[in-house]
């Protein structure tokens, strides 16, 4: 399976609003957005370093992953995370 990186993400976000709504100049405003998207897609070499928090003290392959992913604590029978 196939896992977009940070711009390549942010790409298919700015894609998305592009299809999926209607806006009131319809056909110059999508085209800017599929620009825009064409564009920020193509910026990626331009990441030197990522960071996972905004402090920047952990370094990351990748931070705006396309994947979606589910966390979850089993609770034990004391009612607090184990």
């Known amino acids: 399976m196939y896992e977009a990186d940070s711009l390549e993400s942010m790409a298919i976000v700015l894609q998305r609003i592009a299809f999926q709504s209607e806006f009131y100049a319809s056909k110059a405003i999508k085209i800017l ?5 064409l564009a920020v897609k193509f910026g990626g070499s331009l990441i030197g370093v990522q960071y996972g ?13 396309s994947g979606c992913y589910i966390l979850a604590m089993k609770c034990s029978s004391g009612g607090g995370p184990t």
């Open 33 to 37: 957005f599929l620009l825009a998207a």
């Open 53 to 65: 928090n905004i402090s920047r003290e952990v370094r990351e392959n990748q931070i705006l992953t």
